[in-house]
C-alpha cells in the first residue's frame, strides 16, 4: 500500500516534532556543560543554542580544580556522588532484579502466594514521604543512614514491585512446553529455571533491569532523606550546586547531568540487542 | 676518564654531607630565623589568651581570660582536664556557610576551624546540610533519633518547635555558668535583651545561639538611578524626580518604570516563590499601621483577614507585573545570579548581597561597583513614615539532646557567637553568616567586606526590622500563610479568600498549639517589633 505524499509528510513532521520534543532539553544541557559563567544566563538576547567561547570549566570546577572563572570553593567534589551512585543503584538494581525474579517465576509457575502481587504493590500505594519516615527510622536504628549499602538496600526494596510485575509478565507469556519438556528428561526444577528458563528471560531481563537502574539511579528523595554527607549521590549533591557569587550553577549542574547521562546510555546500548525483543517480548501469542 | 669519576669517595660523602645540611638549613631556618615583623604577626597582644594572628588588625579579634570568647576556651580546657570533653563535635551547617569556618582569612590567618581545633584540641567536624534543607535535616535527626549531629543550625524562628519536640537542649546553665555577654550595650545584639530573648530564648529560656543577620535589606543599581537619560525620562513620564522611593507606591512606580524585560532588565526581583516570597508579603502588610500592623492581637486574635491583609495581598499580587515572568519559581540563587548579569533595577535581599556582588573578586558580577543601598520602602500614616523590613532566615545554632557532651557543644557555640570572633568570621566572603552584633557594624574588616555604605543601610534597616513569627507552630503558621498567599499570585485564590482562608487555618493551629503557650509568645514577639518612625520626605 502506497501512503500519499501528504501522510508521509504529516509522519515526518509529528516524528521531527517528537524528536525535538526528546532531545532539545539533552542538547541544551550538553551545551550549557560547555559554557562560561556569562553564557549560563542572559539578559534579553544574549541567550545562544552554542557557547561561544567553549570551556571545559564545569568538568573542571565539580571535580575540585577551582577556575578564576569559578571562584566559590566546592567543600566536596562529584567523584564520591557518582561512585555513590553507582554502587546503590546498580546493587539495588541487582537486589531487586533477583527477588523480583525468583518472586515472578515462583508465582506464575505455581501459583503459590496469590496475595503477594498486592503486598508488593502496597508499598507503592502510598505517597512516598509517608513511607520513607518509618523507613528513616529504621534505616537509623540499623546503622544504614549515609552508607550506601543502605541506599542499595532501600532501592532493591522500593523497585522490587516494578521488577516482580515486569517479570511476570514475561514469565505468564513464556510457553510452558520446554520447561515441561526438560522437566520430563529428568532435569531438576532448578536447572530448569537456570539452564532453560533464565537464558530464555535474558531480553526481558535486560529490558527490566534497565528499568529499575534508571529508577534507582534518578531517586533524589529517598538519597535525601538517608543520606548525609558521605554518600550523597548525583540528584542530592547536583541540588547543592549554588553560590552567592553566581545564584545557580548552571553550567556545573549541566556538566554533572552530562555525566550522569552516561551509565544509563552504556547500559542501553550494551543491552540494545536484548532491548527491542524485552519490550515486545510476549506481543504475539502462540 | 670524566671528572666526576676522579672525586674520591671520601670527598664524595663531605659535598654530599654539606649539601644536606644545607638543605636542611634552608628547610628548617623559617622555623627558627624569624623576620622581627612576622613574629609579631604571629604572636598574640599582651595580656591576650587566644584569638587569631598572621593578619594586621589580628588583634582585634583577640580576647583575654575575662571575655566571653577567654571564658569559652579556657572551660573547655578544664573540661578536657577532667575527661569530660569529646574528641570531636559534629557542626550540621548549611552547605553555603561551610566556607566562613573552613577557608583562611583574610591571607595569613587560619580558618575558625583551625583555630578552635589548635586551641581546644577539639576535632570540629561540620557537615554540608543542602541549603534550605536544614529544618528538615534537623526534625530527621530528632524524629529518628539519628544522633548524626552534636549541634544543629536552623532558622532562627524554628527554636520553639524544636524546643517542644525536647530534641535540643535547654542552655540555661551554662550561659548563668559561662556568661556569654550577648546583651553587652557596645558588643551585643541590636536591642539587648530584648534582641537576646528574640534570637536566642523561647519561653524565657535559651535554646540556641545566633549565628546570623538575616535582615531583609533593599539594594538599587546606582548606574540607573543616576543616568541622566533616566531621570528625564522619568520626569517626563511622572512629573516627579526620579529617587529612591520612600512609599510602597512609589516603589511600584519606579519597578514599573526600570521593567524592561526585551532589554533583560526587570523593575524589581524581591522574591515571590514559596517558602521565601512571604517575607515581602511581610514588609507591605506590616507598615500598613502605625508603629506596626500587627499580625495577632493581645488576645491572639489573628488580625490579616482585614482591609489591611486583603490590600497588602492585593498590592503582592499586582507587583508581580514588574518581576520576571519566573517569579513564583524564582529562589535566592536566581536572584542573586540574575542581578550580577545587571537583570534588575532593585531587590530585596540578605544583606550579604554587595558583599558577593560587589566584589572585584567576582569576575561574573557585572555590576561591581554599581549598587547602593536603601531603606524599606514605607506608608505614610499620621505624617509620619512607616518603613519596616524582616527578619527572615537567620541561621540559629542549638545543641542536639542526642550529644553525649553538651555543654562543651554550648561553648563552641558561646565562643563561635561571641563578638571578637563572629566579627571576624562574617567579614570572611567564603560564606553566608552576616553580621547583626553592634560590634559588627563598625568592625573595619566587616565594613571592608559588606562596604561602608552597605552597612550603614543595614544598621537602620536593623532598627525598622519585624520578626517573623517564632511562635510555638511557627513552621505550620508560615506554611498557611505561604500556601495561600502562592495560591493568590497564581489566581487561584483571590486575595480576601487567601486571607480568610490562612485566619482560618491559623486559628486551627492556635487550638492545636495551645492559647496559653501562644499568647505568652505573642507577647514575647511584640516586643522586639520596632518603633522607629520616620519624618515624611526622607
Not at chain 1, 509529528?14 to 562560561?36: Q, Y
Not at chain 2, 587569631?52 to 580576647?63: I, L, M, N
Not at chain 2, 550540621?92 to 591571607?107: H, K, M
Request: charged fraction near 20%.
Amino acid at each position: 500500500m502506497t501512503r500519499s505524499p501528504a501522510f508521509e509528510i504529516f509522519r515526518y513532521a509529528a516524528i521531527l516534532l517528537a524528536l525535538a520534543f526528546a532531545l532539545i532539553p539533552i542538547l541544551w544541557m550538553t551545551s550549557m556543560a560547555f559554557k562560561p559563567i556569562p553564557e549560563w544566563t542572559a539578559t534579553g538576547a544574549d541567550l545562544t543554542w552554542w557557547p561561544k567561547s567553549p570551556t571545559l570549566d564545569n568538568f573542571r570546577f565539580i571535580f575540585g580544580e577551582s577556575t578564576s572563572a569559578l571562584i566559590v570553593a566546592l567543600d566536596r567534589t562529584a567523584g564520591k556522588p557518582i561512585l555513590a551512585s553507582l554502587l546503590s543503584a546498580t546493587f539495588g538494581t541487582i537486589i531487586a532484579m533477583a527477588s523480583g525474579t525468583a518472586a515472578a517465576y515462583a508465582l506464575s509457575r505455581f501459583g503459590s502466594g496469590q496475595n503477594l502481587p498486592l503486598a508488593l504493590i502496597q508499598l507503592r500505594l502510598f505517597p512516598p514521604m509517608a513511607v520513607m519516615i518509618p523507613v528513616m527510622i529504621m534505616w537509623s536504628f540499623l546503622g544504614l543512614v549515609d552508607t550506601w549499602w543502605g541506599l542499595a538496600l532501600i532501592y532493591g526494596i522500593v523497585t522490587l514491585p516494578f521488577a516482580f510485575w515486569l517479570m511476570k509478565t514475561f514469565f505468564d507469556d513464556m510457553p510452558r512446553e520446554i520447561e515441561e519438556a526438560a522437566l520430563v528428561e529428568g532435569c531438576s526444577r532448578f536447572r530448569v529455571f537456570i539452564k532453560i528458563t533464565l537464558p530464555m528471560m535474558r531480553a526481558p531481563l535486560a529490558s527490566s533491569a534497565l528499568f529499575v537502574f534508571i529508577l534507582n539511579w534518578s531517586d533524589y528523595l529517598i538519597a535525601l532523606l538517608l543520606t548525609t554527607r558521605e554518600w550523597v549521590t548525583i540528584p542530592v549533591y547536583m541540588a547543592s550546586l549554588s553560590s552567592s557569587m553566581t545564584g545557580q550553577l548552571y553550567g556545573a549542574k549541566a556538566a554533572l547531568g552530562l555525566i550522569a547521562a552516561i551509565p544509563p546510555v552504556i547500559l542501553g546500548i550494551a543491552i540494545q540487542r536484548h532491548l527491542v525483543r524485552g519490550v515486545t517480548f510476549g506481543a504475539l501469542k502462540q | 676518564m670524566t671528572n666526576m669519576i676522579r672525586v674520591s669517595r671520601r670527598r664524595l660523602l663531605a659535598s654530599g654531607g654539606q649539601a644536606v645540611a644545607a638543605i636542611a638549613a634552608v628547610g628548617l631556618a623559617p622555623k627558627f630565623i624569624r623576620p622581627a615583623r612576622a613574629q609579631a604577626a604571629d604572636a598574640l597582644a599582651p595580656g591576650m589568651i587566644g584569638g587569631p594572628t598572621g593578619f594586621e588588625g589580628a588583634e582585634r579579634y583577640q580576647y583575654g581570660p575575662d571575655t566571653p570568647e577567654g571564658r569559652a576556651i579556657e572551660a573547655v580546657k578544664e573540661l578536657k582536664g577532667a575527661g569530660k570533653a569529646p574528641s570531636r563535635i559534629v557542626l550540621g551547617l548549611s552547605d553555603g556557610s561551610i566556607g566562613q569556618l573552613t577557608q583562611p582569612f583574610p591571607a595569613g590567618a587560619p580558618s575558625i576551624k583551625e583555630l578552635w581545633e589548635k586551641e581546644t584540641g577539639i576535632t570540629l567536624d561540620i557537615v554540608g546540610v543542602p541549603n534550605g534543607q536544614e529544618f528538615t535535616k534537623t526534625m530527621q535527626d530528632i524524629s529518628t533519633k539519628g544522633g548524626a549531629y552534636d549541634i544543629y543550625a536552623v532558622e532562627w524562628n524554628r527554636l520553639g518547635d524544636l524546643a517542644e519536640t525536647g530534641g535540643i537542649v535547654n542552655l540555661d546553665e551554662y550561659v548563668e555558668k559561662h556568661r556569654p555577654e550577648w546583651d553587652d550595650p557596645e558588643r551585643g545584639y541590636v536591642g539587648g535583651q530584648k534582641g537576646v530573648s528574640l534570637l536566642n530564648q523561647y519561653r524565657g529560656s535559651t535554646y540556641g545561639v545566633s549565628l546570623d543577620g538575616d535582615f531583609q535589606v533593599w539594594v538599587y543599581r546606582t548606574d540607573l538611578f543616576n543616568d541622566d537619560a533616566e531621570k528625564k525620562a522619568f520626569a517626563d513620564r511622572h512629573g516627579r524626580e526620579l529617587a529612591l522611593p520612600a512609599t510602597w507606591a512609589e516603589f511600584d512606580e519606579v519597578a514599573a518604570f526600570f521593567h524592561r524585560p526585551d532589554q533583560g532588565l526587570f523593575g524589581s526581583t524581591d522574591l515571590r516563590n514559596q517558602g521565601w516570597g512571604y517575607t515581602n508579603w511581610y514588609q507591605r502588610y506590616v507598615s500598613m499601621g502605625s508603629p506596626n500592623q500587627f499580625l495577632f492581637d493581645d488576645a491572639g486574635t489573628a488580625l490579616i483577614n482585614s482591609e489591611a491583609g486583603v490590600k497588602a495581598t492585593e498590592e503582592y499580587v499586582a507587583s508581580l507585573a514588574h518581576h520576571s515572568p519566573d517569579a513564583i519559581s524564582w529562589g535566592w540563587p536566581e536572584q542573586y545570579g540574575n542581578f550580577a548579569s545587571g537583570g534588575a533595577a532593585m531587590t530585596c535581599a540578605f544583606s550579604n548581597l554587595p558583599k558577593f556582588l560587589d566584589n572585584p573578586a567576582n569576575e561574573g558580577s557585572k555590576i561591581t561597583g554599581k549598587i547602593g543601598s536603601m531603606l524599606p520602602p514605607g506608608r505614610a500614616i499620621d505624617d509620619k513614615l512607616v518603613r519596616r523590613s524582616v527578619l527572615w532566615l537567620n541561621l540559629s545554632a542549638s545543641v542536639s539532646a542526642q550529644s553525649q557532651h553538651p555543654e562543651a557543644c554550648y561553648l563552641l557555640l558561646q565562643w563561635l557567637g561571641s563578638s571578637r570572633i563572629y566579627a571576624w568570621m562574617t567579614a570572611n566572603p567564603g560564606g553566608y553568616f552576616d553580621p547583626f552584633r553592634l560590634s559588627d557594624f563598625s568592625d573595619p574588616l566587616v565594613r571592608q567586606t559588606y562596604h561602608g555604605y552597605h552597612m550603614d543601610i543595614v544598621r537602620e534597616t536593623v532598627a525598622r526590622t519585624v520578626p517573623t513569627i517564632n511562635y510555638p507552630g511557627a513552621t505550620a503558621f508560615h506554611n498557611a500563610l505561604d500556601e495561600n498567599l502562592v495560591a493568590a499570585l497564581t489566581k487561584s485564590k483571590t486575595p480576601e479568600q487567601a486571607m480568610a482562608d490562612t485566619d482560618r487555618e491559623w486559628k486551627r493551629i492556635a487550638r492545636r498549639v495551645g492559647e496559653d503557650k501562644l499568647l505568652e509568645a505573642i507577647k514575647a514577639n511584640k516586643e522586639a517589633w520596632p518603633t522607629v518612625l520616620d519624618p515624611i520626605g526622607t
